[in-house]
């Protein structure tokens, strides 16, 4: 988001970790290979959707490091982006414009299948799987992300000038709003430049506590999923984790 602060990662070491302890996937990135990643994320949406600052756009996903490029690469190219980890069916829509379809709407696979979810209209819509490789089946209409971005290169579109007063989601909150906010959660979680922050992927899944405090920190994140709590310990000491959310 907007002013957050420089990451204090070293180049060659992990800036987001992703692992899920029922499948034992593990993904490690740098601060260069997610940037790349979300790089391809914002060619896919502003080249291939041809999508442009203030548009809008649907993330449904769980917190992935899929989801980290998707949220990256769309705010990096002034999208205002709605973050809704669930949206059940028959919940009244408070979000303003949500009567009308998003311009881009990613989802997982498991959440378009299931009844209790209401997936909201859009443009263009993309399946964004949490396993190592593309999916094995795509419905009609829709697009799967892990092949779609592949088309798009991992240097970021030229972007125009985003000022901390634009929208950063659809409710009105700002890129700026957004990262004072991000600040204000790492202090109140102690995180400093060089933390490596546990996260329970199940437990928490708005991106301000997962992506945006620890990065405005300058920390690095273990993103686990379905982590059992008796090993929390010692997944934290085989992590080298400083912080444990």
Same mark, same amino acid.
């Given at each position: 988001?907007?002013?957050?602060? +420089?990451?204090?990662?070293?180049?060659?070491?992990?800036?987001?970790?992703?692992?899920?302890?029922?499948?034992?996937? *593990?993904?490690?990135?740098?601060?260069?290979?997610?940037?790349?990643?979300? !790089?391809?994320?914002?060619?896919?949406?502003?080249?291939?959707?041809?999508?442009?600052?203030?548009?809008?756009?649907?993330?449904?996903?769980? @917190?992935?490091?899929?989801? !980290?490029?998707?949220?990256?690469?769309?705010?990096?190219?002034?999208?205002?982006?709605?973050? #809704? @980890?669930?949206?059940?069916?028959?919940?009244?829509?408070?979000?303003?414009?949500?009567? *009308?379809?998003?311009?881009?709407?990613?989802?997982? @696979?498991?959440?378009?299948?299931? $009844?209790?979810?209401?997936?909201?209209?859009?443009?263009?819509?993309?399946?964004?799987?949490?396993?190592?490789?593309?999916?094995?089946?795509? +419905?009609?209409? $829709?697009?799967?992300?892990?092949?779609?971005?592949?088309?798009?290169?991992?240097?970021?579109?030229?972007?125009?000038?985003?000022?901390?007063?634009?929208?950063?989601?659809?409710?009105?909150?700002?890129?700026?709003?957004?990262?004072?906010? !991000?600040?204000?959660?790492?202090?109140?979680?102690?995180?400093?430049?060089?933390?490596?922050?546990?996260?329970?992927?199940?437990?928490?899944?708005?991106?301000?506590? $997962?992506?945006? %405090? +620890?990065?405005?920190?300058?920390?690095?994140?273990?993103?686990? %999923?379905?982590?059992? +709590?008796?090993? #929390?310990?010692? *997944?934290?000491?085989?992590?080298?984790?400083?912080?444990?959310?």
């Amino acid at each position: 988001m907007a002013d957050h602060a +420089p990451v204090a990662v070293a180049t060659h070491e992990p800036l987001l970790s992703y692992l899920d302890d029922a499948t034992g996937e *593990r993904t490690d990135l740098t601060a260069q290979q997610l940037g790349a990643w979300a !790089a391809r994320s914002a060619g896919l949406l502003r080249d291939g959707c041809g999508l442009r600052p203030g548009d809008r756009v649907a993330v449904l996903l769980p @917190p992935h490091w899929r989801t !980290a490029a998707v949220l990256i690469g769309a705010w990096s190219v002034g999208l205002s982006v709605s973050f #809704r @980890p669930r949206a059940l069916a028959g919940l009244p829509v408070l979000e303003p414009g949500a009567d *009308r379809p998003y311009d881009a709407v990613f989802v997982t @696979p498991e959440r378009l299948d299931d $009844w209790l979810e209401d997936v909201p209209e859009g443009t263009h819509r993309y399946l964004v799987g949490t396993g190592s490789g593309p999916l094995d089946e795509v +419905p009609p209409g $829709w697009l799967d992300w892990s092949t779609e971005v592949l088309r798009h290169p991992e240097i970021a579109p030229d972007l125009g000038v985003l000022r901390p007063s634009d929208p950063a989601s659809p409710d009105g909150t700002s890129y700026g709003e957004w990262g004072a906010v !991000a600040r204000e959660y790492a202090k109140q979680l102690d995180l400093r430049a060089g933390d490596r922050l546990l996260v329970d992927a199940a437990e928490h899944e708005q991106p301000l506590k $997962w992506l945006l %405090a +620890p990065l405005a920190a300058g920390a690095s994140v273990v993103l686990c %999923a379905n982590l059992d +709590p008796a090993d #929390r310990d010692a *997944r934290a000491a085989a992590e080298q984790a400083t912080r444990v959310l």
